[in-house]
């Protein structure tokens, strides 16, 4: 009875697998009426949604989709390094900028940047560093970019985002791929130069996030311009709001849907979404008001126009530019997104954990250094963890945009994921300040970027659409090797050809998947023995990450393929399981780049700390993304199980960094040191009298030569060798020999240190003057 079972269950498996390999099985029995199948269940996208997801290249992201990735070609992608001139540059104008720079008096007292700032950004051609050469620019590398933005950003948000955006998203960029010669000719070199300031302005009140949507519209005609009749242009009426630099711009870049109903251009009426740089003392251009965002006092405001004549050769491109202004947007988004905000972020979580750890060391509570208790070394962890990821990932997004890439879906990656670590990374710093975070004032060095964070939260693709929508969504259709050929195999209006490419396609889907369960099961049970695909010259102490990545890899692109087989078009309303589906997408890229940082550093030991915890932090987070997963994955018990056993085969084993790890970050921080310099490298960091980073640094110096000193007195204290207190008892210790005078010197020099940095600013009862009062023995 058993043997006869097992022959028809051996016949069985036969039949399939030749009807499976054998095409001219496979293609009428499964293809044909799978093609149907999937032609039901290609969702509805829309024109501009279609551009969206079209936008942009797939680089590494394609390798992490794989499930196997190529970790060979990884390590092999060039380090990033600046050139001379580059560095110069940072050294240079920016270090000048950056001394120039006082928060304070930017935001609370001028709210804008003062004049000879504002001068000097556009005398040294701040707003020319994507711009070529050869139209006064200074061509700057993606990388040189990103340093300039985190730089300004760890001094002022309110400056960085006065460089950054020029050199983003907007006029430039756009002119430079898009726009005529004549075009490029005129406005390249007065950009570079800082004769025009520009804004973009995509934003509507009614089409915030869906920009796609906005009710902005030009109607094609001819009219009398500058004294010439019959110029062929529009009439355009807008309503834009948000607009970064649009109160002080002088050219506004515009997007807006133009209709040619007269036919005067000789083709459809909607013709689609259309740019244009409109100078800003055209007549009919309403600007100038503000808005005031978070004490984030970069000029921002709403801007109109009705009806505001505008010639066809303001339209970039020209006639040929007409219709394809989100083509052009998505496409220059993926590399404005992948440097600007990346930079600002990682700026802002260098300067928590700068300040932070120094913090930690010179503020002492119950004669402690607040550093040392395990409550702070969490909270100090979290920060030297995500910072180094953070870093990490900045730059290798940059160098992709160096090799010429445009990054779609990594750039949405870092977009959410860095802005949300320096929320983070704030948040705890502003915790472990305490108060001296919260009250404002000259001296406060994190009340402004705690305040600014918001900002990045919010443009450039708000944050929980970017998690809940795009990252996976775009990533799905880009990413995937085989879900593009599929869908133009089903889309293709030739029936046959349509069956050969879907069945091909198909085919080699099936084996990716069957590739993808084995490779999960293999390394989920026997993963610490394997070295599939993982080469041999690597750091020793990542190789447990390799392995880990590259199961979650082939898990991810199993549940990847489930999840699409599954809802098919129906993922774009299940935003969370989209969402989870993202964040392992998300968290597969920083920990490569995490691995990647380590290699290019030269294996530094003194950074394996930084290394384990950012590493073994987001591997916890990808386990507890894929848990969530299946847990909300809607289907039933049975498939849910089956999908658990094969990701988990031995139950989730990846932990959280562990408090020993953690307490070893925290000390790294806590301390100068190579490893805490290369952590925070790029920031600025003032040397002048009075600065308050400038205090914070000389006061954990001066406490590493203290430290010791105070611990003698105190046991000397406790073993009542010393009975005086305060000043005397300095004396007695002298004259006891129990310290030098060299040593009650560098007690009297950390007492006053330590006075300046825990001090706080007061003002006078309507809060006009600040001052801060570092003599001894007044409270504040
Ligand atoms: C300081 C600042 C500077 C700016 N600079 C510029 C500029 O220079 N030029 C310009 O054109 N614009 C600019 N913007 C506009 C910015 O890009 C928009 O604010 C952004 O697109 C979000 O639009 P919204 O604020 O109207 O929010 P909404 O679109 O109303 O979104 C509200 C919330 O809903 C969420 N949401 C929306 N759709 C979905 C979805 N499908 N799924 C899940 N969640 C969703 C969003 O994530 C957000 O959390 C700026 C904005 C600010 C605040």
């Not at 200074?138 to 948000?157: D, T």
């Amino acid at each position: 009875m058993f043997q006869a079972l097992f022959l028809f269950l051996i016949a069985l498996v036969a039949v399939f697998s030749i009807i499976l390999i054998i095409p001219i099985f496979r293609r009428p029995i499964v293809s044909t009426p799978l093609l149907k199948i999937f032609r039901k269940m290609l969702p509805q996208i829309s024109q501009t949604e279609q551009i969206a997801l079209d936008a942009g290249t797939v680089w590494w992201d394609g390798d992490l989709f794989s499930g196997k990735p190529d970790w060979k070609k990884m390590l092999a992608y060039p380090k990033p390094e600046l050139s001379a001139e580059e560095q110069a540059f940072l050294d240079g104008p920016v270090e000048k900028l950056c001394d120039m720079l006082n928060e304070w008096q930017i935001t609370h007292e001028l709210q804008d940047l003062p004049p000879d700032v504002w001068q000097f950004i556009k005398d040294k051609g701040f707003f020319g560093l994507i711009i070529p050469k050869k139209y006064g620019g200074y061509e700057f590398s993606a990388l040189a970019h990103s340093q300039v933005v985190m730089k300004i950003g760890s001094r002022s948000g309110t400056a960085a985002v006065t460089v950054m955006v020029p050199n983003s998203l907007g006029p430039a960029e756009l002119l430079l791929h898009y726009g005529t010669e004549k075009q490029k000719d005129y406005y390249l070199p007065r950009l570079a130069k800082g004769k025009e300031v520009p804004c973009f302005a995509l934003t509507s009140p009614d089409a915030g996030s869906d920009a796609g949507a906005m009710p902005d519209f030009g109607v094609v005609c001819r009219s009398t311009f500058e004294g010439k009749e019959g110029v062929l242009g529009m009439r355009v009426t807008w309503e834009k709001r948000y607009i970064t630099l649009g109160p002080v711009a002088t050219l506004l870049g515009l997007a807006f849907k133009l209709r040619d109903p007269d036919g005067i251009l000789g083709g459809e009426e909607d013709l689609g979404i259309t740019l244009a740089l409109i100078p800003t003392n055209t007549p009919g251009v309403n600007i100038g008001r503000r808005h005031f965002p978070l004490n984030s006092v970069f000029q921002n405001g709403p801007n109109s126009g009705d009806a505001v004549f505008i010639p066809m050769e303001w339209v970039i491109g020209e006639e040929e530019g007409v219709g394809n202004g989100w083509r052009m947007l998505m496409n220059s988004l993926a590399a404005g997104r992948s440097i600007s905000l990346p930079a600002t972020s990682t700026g802002a979580a260098k300067l928590a954990a700068r300040t932070s750890g120094a913090y930690g060391r010179v503020r002492t509570q119950f004669k402690t250094p607040i550093g040392y208790f395990e409550g702070i070394e969490e909270a100090l962890a979290r920060i030297g963890g995500n910072t180094y990821m953070m870093d990490a990932a900045r730059v290798m997004t940059a160098s992709a945009v160096d090799l010429g890439e445009k990054p779609s879906v990594i750039s949405a990656i870092v977009k959410y994921h860095l802005t949300e670590r320096a929320r983070q990374s704030i948040d705890d710093a502003m915790d472990i300040h305490g108060g001296k975070g919260i009250c404002i004032g000259p001296r406060n060095y994190l009340g402004r970027p705690y305040q600014q964070i918001p900002v990045g939260i919010t443009v450039e693709g708000a944050n929980i659409l970017t998690r809940n929508m795009i990252i996976f969504g775009q990533g799905a259709i880009r990413c995937h090797p085989y879900i593009l050929k599929e869908v133009a195999a089903a889309k293709s209006q030739d029936e046959e050809q349509s069956l050969l490419d879907f069945d091909e396609a198909f085919s080699n889907h099936g084996n990716y998947a069957m590739r993808n369960v084995g490779y999960s099961l293999a390394f989920g049970v026997v993963g610490d023995y394997i070295r599939l695909g993982i080469p041999y010259n690597i750091a020793p102490e990542a190789l447990t990450y390799y392995r880990q990545l590259t199961r979650f890899s082939a898990a991810f692109a199993l549940m990847a393929d489930v999840s699409l087989l599954k809802l098919g078009g129906a993922l774009k309303r299940k935003e969370r399981i989209s969402a989870r589906l993202g964040d392992i997408l998300s968290m597969l890229y920083l920990c490569s780049a995490t691995l990647k940082r380590f290699e290019d550093d030269g294996r530094p030991a003194t950074d394996l700390p930084l290394l384990h915890w950012s590493m073994q932090d987001a591997i916890y987070q990808m386990q507890q993304a894929f848990d969530e997963l299946l847990d909300n994955f809607p289907s039933n018990i049975v498939m849910r199980w089956t999908l658990r056993l094969i990701i988990f085969p031995l139950g989730r084993r990846c932990l959280l960094p562990s408090d020993a790890l953690s307490h070893e970050v925290s000390r790294l921080m806590l301390a100068p040191g190579e490893a805490r310099d290369r952590l925070t490298g790029g920031i600025y960091m003032p040397t002048a009298d009075n600065e308050p980073l400038a205090d914070l640094e000389a006061a954990l110096n001066c406490a590493l030569e203290s430290e010791p000193v105070e611990a003698k007195l105190r046991a000397a204290v406790k073993a009542g060798e010393i009975t005086t207190q305060g000043d005397e008892m300095i004396n007695e210790a002298i004259e006891k020999k129990i310290i030098t005078i060299v040593e009650a010197a560098s007690l009297k020099k950390m007492e006053d240190l330590r006075r300046r940095v825990i001090m706080v600013d007061d003002f006078p009862a309507d809060l006009s003057e600040a001052s801060c009062d570092f003599r001894q023995g007044a409270t504040h």
